[in-house]
């Protein structure tokens, strides 16, 4: 029997080294540098964050979702997890970690299908830190059904020009290069007729039509432009992964990465908690502490609970990666991704209102938390796609009843349970007969 909830005692001794840290030394870059966490570091901040990343690859801890082979240290799910859950508490600790995305994902495309050529020169860097990327797979017209995206890559000698427009393409303005989904077979299902390709952010052709943001966002914060391909040559060795394989190559972003990010949530959430429980004990209102009103206490206990809760499915979710890989969980991955965007609004909404005035201020880290909100039930796909992804998996375990009537309709349910007790049934109608006679005993009546 083995259901174990506990932490290795070795493994949490770092996890509290990395809550310790997260709070100390990352939390100052997000007061006085806010929004540089996705920008190639200028000469002055590097002298403040390599000694920072320094004491993370020094601790073992440095982009330990990359597999043994690029530097990571095979950790599982699990722990990869609850490393997430800390990292999420603010925005800096994924640079310092070595976990930023887009760059986490693109690193393991680029680890799984880039040539020699280009690991080289851009995934070691990427790795580091020295360099970011893009992942441009959106357009104006579409995002949630890709089966709607029209970029077109076209043959041209042994290689491809691009030509089209993406839209929220995170960071490109920062990227070093990027990767582009372009329809490369228009005649066949859509699915299969796109494929990705990697672009050095540099190849002539390619424009920033709107350099649009967030809400919420610092000045000089992330973009996530409106972009034009207009005649972007690239090699045959730009298309990763083979022809019509766009979308085998998303999937490997995907996998772990929505565990991790569904943690972030948990950090987020929790860092909100942790602020509504200290002002409901500091704060006054009609003759009691905050804590001592029912509601506010309602508010606090169904947030634990709540938080509690998504934890415990996400860190499920991710045991059952470790046991047998991300294909048989999806149902799962797809509910903590919407229950994450759920768990944050509920819990930030409420942090925010025990607060009174002083929680929309712009002196706390709730009003920013706020208004990233909305974002976590649209970026990867919106809450509404992942439900649809759930229930169709979750009926894959059902079948339709066999015939007009459901299997619980009770009265064929009763039947059934008639037939197989007939013989008792009988010998109860015959007891109860010399029962009546007799005149003495219960009577027993049968429901039809
Ligand atoms: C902060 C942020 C960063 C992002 N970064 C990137 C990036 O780096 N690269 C990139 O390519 N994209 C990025 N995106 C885009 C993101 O992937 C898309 O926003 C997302 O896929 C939804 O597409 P859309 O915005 O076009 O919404 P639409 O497809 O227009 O959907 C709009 C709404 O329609 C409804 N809807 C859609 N589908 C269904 C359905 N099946 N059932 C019921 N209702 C439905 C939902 O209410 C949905 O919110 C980012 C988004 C955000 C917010």
Redesign the pocket.
């Known amino acids: 029997m083995a259901w174990d909830f506990s932490t290795d005692p070795e493994f949490q001794q770092e996890l509290d080294w990395m809550r310790e840290f997260v709070e100390t030394e990352t939390e100052p870059l997000c007061l006085l540098w806010p929004g540089m966490d996705h920008t190639p570091p200028p000469p002055w901040l590097r002298k403040v964050i390599d000694p920072l990343k320094q004491r993370v690859r020094d601790r073992g801890l440095w982009a330990c979702h990359l597999p043994p082979e690029l530097g990571g240290h095979g950790y599982g799910q699990v722990k990869l997890a609850l490393m997430n859950e800390i990292i999420g508490r603010n925005e800096w600790a994924p640079t310092i970690f070595g976990v930023q995305g ?1 760059d986490t994902g693109n690193a393991e495309i680029l680890a799984h299908y880039g040539t020699e050529e280009q690991k080289a020169r851009y995934l070691r860097p990427l790795l580091e830190g020295e360099v970011f990327s ?6 104006p017209q ?4 890709p089966r709607l995206f029209t970029t077109r890559a076209v043959r041209d000698g042994d290689g491809w020009v691009i030509n089209g427009e ?6 490109v303005e920062q990227a070093a290069f990027v990767i582009v ?1 372009a329809v490369t077979d228009p005649d066949a299902d859509p699915i299969r007729g796109m494929s990705m390709f990697l672009v050095p952010a540099d190849t002539p052709g390619i424009e920033v039509v709107r350099p649009t943001m ?1 809400y919420g966002e610092e000045p000089g914060g992330m973009t ?1 432009p409106h972009l034009r391909y207009r005649d972007v040559r690239v090699g045959p060795e730009a298309m990763l992964g083979g022809e019509g394989q766009a979308f085998v190559v998303a999937q490997t972003r995907l996998g772990g990465g929505r565990v991790h990010h569904s943690m972030r949530a948990v950090g987020v959430a929790t860092r909100a908690f942790e602020m509504m429980c200290e002002r409901a004990l500091s704060r006054r209102a009609h003759g009691s502490l905050v804590a001592d009103k029912q509601l506010v206490q309602q508010a606090i206990a169904d947030s634990w609970a709540q938080i509690s809760q998504y934890r415990l499915f996400v860190l499920h979710t991710a045991w059952l990666i470790d046991q047998g890989g991300t294909a048989s969980v999806r149902k799962e991955i797809a509910a903590i991704k919407n229950l994450g965007a759920k768990l944050v609004h509920d819990v930030v909404e409420r942090a925010v209102h025990v607060h009174g005035a002083l929680g929309v201020s712009d002196e706390m880290p709730l009003a920013r938390m706020w208004m990233q909100v909305p ?1 976590f ?9 992942h ?2 992804t759930v229930a169709r998996q979750v009926l894959r375990d059902f079948s339709p009843a066999p015939g007009p009537w459901p299997t619980e309709w009770l009265p064929g349910r009763r039947e059934a349970a008639r037939r197989r007790y007939a013989a008792a049934l009988a010998e109860q109608a015959a007891w109860e007969a010399r029962a009546d006679g007799a005149g003495t005993g219960p009577t027993l009546t049968q429901n039809s």
Not at 142 to 145: E, K, M, P, S, T
Not at 377 to 385: L, R
């Open positions: 887009p893009c992942f441009s797979m959106t357009e579409a995002g949630a059904d993406k839209f929220f393409s995170s960071n989904m967030t996530h974002m039930g649209i970026w990867d796909g919106p809450t509404e796609a439900t649809t």
